[in-house]
Protein backbone atom coordinates (compact mmCIF):
# COMPACT_ATOMS: atom_id res chain seq x y z
CA UNK A 1 0.00 0.00 0.00
CA UNK A 2 0.90 3.79 -0.58
CA UNK A 3 0.84 5.73 3.28
CA UNK A 4 -1.92 8.25 2.36
CA UNK A 5 -3.15 11.02 4.64
CA UNK A 6 -6.59 8.82 5.12
CA UNK A 7 -7.32 7.86 8.98
CA UNK A 8 -8.88 4.47 7.73
CA UNK A 9 -5.75 3.98 5.66
CA UNK A 10 -3.58 4.49 8.91
CA UNK A 11 -5.88 2.42 10.81
CA UNK A 12 -5.56 -0.64 7.79
CA UNK A 13 -1.90 -0.30 8.42
CA UNK A 14 -1.40 0.21 11.94
CA UNK A 15 -2.02 -3.98 12.48
CA UNK A 16 1.63 -4.10 11.48
CA UNK A 17 2.85 -1.81 14.15
CA UNK A 18 5.01 0.35 11.67
CA UNK A 19 3.55 2.11 9.01
CA UNK A 20 2.42 0.85 5.80
CA UNK A 21 4.08 1.53 2.13
CA UNK A 22 7.89 3.08 1.96
CA UNK A 23 11.73 1.23 1.21
CA UNK A 24 15.14 1.73 1.82
CA UNK A 25 17.90 0.13 0.26
CA UNK A 26 20.49 0.52 -2.86
CA UNK A 27 19.77 0.48 -6.90
CA UNK A 28 20.70 -2.95 -8.39
CA UNK A 29 20.32 -4.80 -11.36
CA UNK A 30 19.06 -8.11 -10.15
CA UNK A 31 19.41 -10.05 -13.42
CA UNK A 32 22.44 -12.23 -11.89
CA UNK A 33 20.15 -12.56 -8.65
CA UNK A 34 17.06 -13.85 -10.58
CA UNK A 35 18.55 -15.20 -13.00
CA UNK A 36 18.04 -14.65 -17.40
CA UNK A 37 15.40 -16.69 -18.56
CA UNK A 38 15.37 -18.03 -21.49
CA UNK A 39 12.34 -17.48 -23.87
CA UNK A 40 10.85 -20.73 -22.84
CA UNK A 41 11.51 -21.31 -18.87
CA UNK A 42 8.11 -19.11 -17.65
CA UNK A 43 4.89 -20.43 -17.18
CA UNK A 44 2.57 -17.90 -19.25
CA UNK A 45 5.47 -16.82 -21.09
CA UNK A 46 4.25 -18.06 -24.44
CA UNK A 47 1.29 -16.38 -23.79
CA UNK A 48 1.92 -12.99 -22.82
CA UNK A 49 4.70 -13.06 -25.72
CA UNK A 50 2.21 -14.26 -27.98
CA UNK A 51 -0.03 -11.76 -27.06
CA UNK A 52 2.16 -8.91 -27.28
CA UNK A 53 3.55 -9.53 -31.06
CA UNK A 54 -0.35 -10.42 -31.80
CA UNK A 55 -1.07 -12.95 -33.99
CA UNK A 56 0.62 -13.28 -37.96
CA UNK A 57 3.01 -11.13 -37.03
CA UNK A 58 5.88 -13.12 -36.16
CA UNK A 59 8.62 -12.67 -39.04
CA UNK A 60 10.47 -16.17 -40.10
CA UNK A 61 14.11 -16.19 -41.01
CA UNK A 62 15.22 -18.88 -43.72
CA UNK A 63 15.90 -21.42 -40.81
CA UNK A 64 12.07 -21.08 -39.81
CA UNK A 65 13.36 -19.97 -36.53
CA UNK A 66 11.20 -16.14 -35.29
CA UNK A 67 13.50 -13.87 -36.43
CA UNK A 68 14.87 -12.03 -33.06
CA UNK A 69 13.24 -9.00 -33.79
CA UNK A 70 9.63 -9.91 -34.04
CA UNK A 71 10.29 -12.60 -30.77
CA UNK A 72 11.60 -9.57 -28.99
CA UNK A 73 9.35 -6.85 -29.10
CA UNK A 74 10.88 -4.86 -26.29
CA UNK A 75 14.76 -5.30 -27.52
CA UNK A 76 16.13 -1.88 -27.08
CA UNK A 77 13.43 -0.88 -24.07
CA UNK A 78 14.47 -0.39 -20.72
CA UNK A 79 11.89 -0.82 -17.66
CA UNK A 80 12.18 -0.43 -13.94
CA UNK A 81 9.94 -2.11 -11.88
CA UNK A 82 9.88 -0.97 -8.07
CA UNK A 83 8.44 -3.86 -5.85
CA UNK A 84 7.08 -2.28 -3.14
CA UNK A 85 8.71 -1.84 0.81
CA UNK A 86 11.62 -4.86 1.35
CA UNK A 87 11.03 -7.45 4.01
CA UNK A 88 13.90 -6.49 5.98
CA UNK A 89 12.20 -2.74 6.74
CA UNK A 90 10.69 -3.77 9.74
CA UNK A 91 13.79 -4.49 11.28
CA UNK A 92 15.35 -1.36 10.91
CA UNK A 93 12.85 1.33 11.82
CA UNK A 94 15.84 3.73 12.03
CA UNK A 95 16.68 3.74 8.73
CA UNK A 96 13.36 3.24 7.23
CA UNK A 97 11.82 5.87 9.32
CA UNK A 98 14.09 8.85 8.22
CA UNK A 99 12.49 11.79 6.48
CA UNK A 100 13.16 12.42 3.29
CA UNK A 101 11.72 15.41 1.12
CA UNK A 102 9.29 14.38 -2.09
CA UNK A 103 9.00 17.65 -2.86
CA UNK A 104 5.65 18.25 -1.42
CA UNK A 105 6.63 16.92 1.81
CA UNK A 106 8.54 15.37 4.11
CA UNK A 107 7.91 11.73 4.52
CA UNK A 108 9.67 8.31 5.68
CA UNK A 109 12.49 6.80 3.48
CA UNK A 110 10.31 3.40 3.41
CA UNK A 111 7.51 1.72 5.22
CA UNK A 112 6.89 -1.90 6.50
CA UNK A 113 3.92 -2.20 3.93
CA UNK A 114 0.68 -3.80 4.91
CA UNK A 115 -0.12 -7.81 5.06
CA UNK A 116 -3.03 -9.97 4.86
CA UNK A 117 -5.05 -10.74 8.22
CA UNK A 118 -3.53 -13.91 8.50
CA UNK A 119 0.45 -12.21 7.85
CA UNK A 120 1.33 -12.67 4.20
CA UNK A 121 3.74 -9.83 4.04
CA UNK A 122 2.67 -7.25 1.21
CA UNK A 123 6.62 -7.01 0.42
CA UNK A 124 6.60 -10.82 -0.15
CA UNK A 125 3.79 -10.40 -2.77
CA UNK A 126 5.62 -7.20 -4.88
CA UNK A 127 8.72 -9.08 -4.41
CA UNK A 128 6.95 -12.29 -6.07
CA UNK A 129 4.82 -10.37 -8.84
CA UNK A 130 7.86 -7.89 -9.75
CA UNK A 131 10.28 -10.85 -10.24
CA UNK A 132 8.00 -12.63 -12.55
CA UNK A 133 7.29 -9.79 -14.41
CA UNK A 134 10.81 -9.34 -15.01
CA UNK A 135 11.04 -12.81 -16.54
CA UNK A 136 8.34 -12.13 -18.95
CA UNK A 137 9.22 -8.48 -19.96
CA UNK A 138 13.10 -10.07 -20.21
CA UNK A 139 11.92 -12.65 -22.34
CA UNK A 140 10.29 -9.73 -24.77
CA UNK A 141 13.82 -8.28 -25.05
CA UNK A 142 13.23 -5.72 -22.58
CA UNK A 143 16.97 -4.48 -20.09
CA UNK A 144 14.53 -5.17 -17.05
CA UNK A 145 15.71 -3.12 -13.73
CA UNK A 146 14.48 -4.28 -9.72
CA UNK A 147 14.95 -1.26 -6.86
CA UNK A 148 15.95 -3.94 -4.96
CA UNK A 149 17.72 -7.20 -5.24
CA UNK A 150 15.87 -9.45 -2.55
CA UNK A 151 13.41 -9.62 -0.27
CA UNK A 152 15.20 -9.69 3.10
CA UNK A 153 17.06 -6.46 3.35
CA UNK A 154 15.64 -2.90 3.78
CA UNK A 155 14.95 -0.36 1.26
CA UNK A 156 15.76 1.48 -0.88
CA UNK A 157 14.57 5.19 -0.04
CA UNK A 158 11.01 5.96 -1.85
CA UNK A 159 13.93 8.71 -3.44
CA UNK A 160 16.46 6.31 -4.09
CA UNK A 161 13.47 4.19 -6.18
CA UNK A 162 12.41 7.01 -8.33
CA UNK A 163 16.19 7.95 -8.99
CA UNK A 164 17.05 4.50 -10.50
CA UNK A 165 14.37 4.77 -13.06
CA UNK A 166 15.59 8.11 -13.57
CA UNK A 167 19.27 6.74 -13.89
CA UNK A 168 18.37 3.80 -16.04
CA UNK A 169 16.41 6.52 -18.49
CA UNK A 170 13.67 4.28 -18.63
CA UNK A 171 10.90 3.54 -21.19
CA UNK A 172 8.38 2.78 -18.52
CA UNK A 173 8.60 2.42 -14.61
CA UNK A 174 6.30 0.59 -12.65
CA UNK A 175 5.79 0.74 -8.83
CA UNK A 176 3.64 -2.80 -7.49
CA UNK A 177 1.89 -2.57 -4.12
CA UNK A 178 -1.50 -4.37 -2.34
CA UNK A 179 -2.97 -2.13 -0.58
CA UNK A 180 -4.35 -1.82 3.40
CA UNK A 181 -7.38 -0.48 2.88
CA UNK A 182 -10.76 -1.10 5.17
CA UNK A 183 -11.83 -4.90 4.79
CA UNK A 184 -14.95 -3.64 2.85
CA UNK A 185 -13.09 -2.38 0.09
CA UNK A 186 -11.87 -4.54 -2.93
CA UNK A 187 -10.56 -4.28 -6.34
CA UNK A 188 -7.47 -2.82 -7.69
CA UNK A 189 -6.16 1.20 -9.03
CA UNK A 190 -3.53 3.02 -10.47
CA UNK A 191 -2.09 5.46 -9.02
CA UNK A 192 -0.37 8.14 -11.60
CA UNK A 193 1.26 11.87 -10.74
CA UNK A 194 0.07 14.84 -10.93
CA UNK A 195 1.91 18.26 -12.49
CA UNK A 196 3.82 19.73 -8.91
CA UNK A 197 6.09 22.29 -10.60
CA UNK A 198 8.97 19.76 -10.71
CA UNK A 199 10.79 16.86 -12.37
CA UNK A 200 7.73 15.12 -12.92
CA UNK A 201 5.82 17.53 -14.95
CA UNK A 202 6.96 16.76 -18.42
CA UNK A 203 5.93 12.76 -17.72
CA UNK A 204 2.60 13.25 -16.67
CA UNK A 205 0.87 12.80 -19.90
CA UNK A 206 2.99 9.92 -20.61
CA UNK A 207 2.46 8.31 -17.56
CA UNK A 208 -1.60 8.69 -17.50
CA UNK A 209 -1.12 6.84 -20.70
CA UNK A 210 1.09 3.99 -19.26
CA UNK A 211 -1.60 3.78 -16.31
CA UNK A 212 -4.29 3.43 -18.92
CA UNK A 213 -2.44 0.85 -20.69
CA UNK A 214 -1.78 -1.14 -17.46
CA UNK A 215 -5.45 -0.34 -16.13
CA UNK A 216 -7.11 -1.78 -19.38
CA UNK A 217 -4.62 -5.01 -19.69
CA UNK A 218 -4.48 -5.56 -15.82
CA UNK A 219 -8.27 -5.41 -16.13
CA UNK A 220 -9.33 -7.93 -19.06
CA UNK A 221 -6.16 -10.15 -18.05
CA UNK A 222 -6.67 -10.99 -14.37
CA UNK A 223 -10.64 -10.22 -14.07
CA UNK A 224 -9.78 -8.36 -10.83
CA UNK A 225 -12.57 -5.55 -10.12
CA UNK A 226 -11.68 -1.61 -10.41
CA UNK A 227 -11.45 -0.63 -6.76
CA UNK A 228 -14.66 -0.11 -5.05
CA UNK A 229 -12.80 2.41 -2.44
CA UNK A 230 -10.96 4.59 -4.23
CA UNK A 231 -10.04 6.33 -7.88
CA UNK A 232 -12.74 6.63 -10.61
CA UNK A 233 -12.68 3.36 -12.99
CA UNK A 234 -9.34 2.43 -11.30
CA UNK A 235 -7.69 5.42 -11.87
CA UNK A 236 -5.87 7.99 -8.79
CA UNK A 237 -3.50 10.73 -9.24
CA UNK A 238 -1.81 12.24 -6.11
CA UNK A 239 1.13 14.26 -5.39
CA UNK A 240 2.10 12.99 -2.36
CA UNK A 241 4.01 10.00 -3.50
CA UNK A 242 7.96 10.26 -3.53
CA UNK A 243 8.30 7.38 -6.84
CA UNK A 244 6.36 9.54 -8.21
CA UNK A 245 7.10 13.21 -7.74
CA UNK A 246 10.91 12.34 -8.31
CA UNK A 247 10.68 10.66 -11.26
CA UNK A 248 11.50 12.14 -14.87
CA UNK A 249 10.56 9.10 -16.44
CA UNK A 250 6.77 7.66 -16.89
CA UNK A 251 5.81 6.22 -13.85
CA UNK A 252 2.39 4.45 -12.53
CA UNK A 253 1.90 2.49 -9.31
CA UNK A 254 -0.73 -0.19 -8.89
CA UNK A 255 -2.05 -1.63 -6.14
CA UNK A 256 -3.58 -5.09 -7.40
CA UNK A 257 -6.02 -5.34 -4.08
CA UNK A 258 -6.70 -4.89 -0.64
CA UNK A 259 -4.69 -7.40 1.70
CA UNK A 260 -7.63 -6.61 4.19
CA UNK A 261 -10.07 -7.60 2.09
CA UNK A 262 -10.90 -11.40 2.43
CA UNK A 263 -11.25 -11.92 -1.38
CA UNK A 264 -8.38 -10.15 -2.41
CA UNK A 265 -6.08 -11.67 0.10
CA UNK A 266 -7.24 -14.89 -1.01
CA UNK A 267 -6.17 -14.08 -4.71
CA UNK A 268 -3.20 -12.45 -3.79
CA UNK A 269 -1.83 -15.31 -2.11
CA UNK A 270 -2.22 -17.22 -4.92
CA UNK A 271 0.84 -18.34 -7.57
CA UNK A 272 -1.36 -18.72 -10.19
CA UNK A 273 -3.30 -15.12 -9.64
CA UNK A 274 0.22 -13.77 -9.26
CA UNK A 275 1.62 -15.00 -12.59
CA UNK A 276 -1.58 -14.12 -14.34
CA UNK A 277 -1.05 -10.34 -12.64
CA UNK A 278 2.53 -10.82 -14.35
CA UNK A 279 1.19 -11.25 -17.33
CA UNK A 280 -1.19 -8.69 -17.23
CA UNK A 281 1.18 -6.26 -16.24
CA UNK A 282 3.60 -7.04 -18.79
CA UNK A 283 1.27 -6.66 -22.12
CA UNK A 284 0.29 -3.47 -20.54
CA UNK A 285 3.64 -2.11 -20.20
CA UNK A 286 4.29 -3.49 -23.92
CA UNK A 287 1.47 -1.93 -25.12
CA UNK A 288 2.47 1.15 -23.64
CA UNK A 289 6.06 1.53 -25.07
CA UNK A 290 5.56 -0.47 -28.17
ZN1 LIG B 1 2.65 -0.50 -0.45
Same mark, same amino acid.
Given at each position: +???????????? /???????? /???????????????????????????????????????????????????????? $???????? =???????????????????????? /???????????????????????????????????? $???????????? /???????????????????? =????????? =????????????????????????????????? =????????????????????????????????????????????????? +? $??????? $???????????????
Amino acid at each position: +MIRRPLIATILA /CSGLGVAA /CGGAGQATDVRAATGRVAADAAPGEGQSRTAAIGAGKVSERADGAPSSHADKPLAG $KVIVIDPG =HNGGNYKHPEIINKPVNVLTKRKP /CDTTGTATNDGYSEAAFTWDVSTRLAKLLRAEGATV $KLTRKNNTSVGP /CITQRAAIGNNAEADAAISI =HGDGAPASG =HGFHIIMPKKINGPVDPVVNDSRKLGIAVRNAF =HSGTGQPYSTYIGKNALDFRSDLGGLNLSSVPKVFIEVGNMRNSGDAAK +M $KSPQFRQ $KAAAALAKGITNYVS
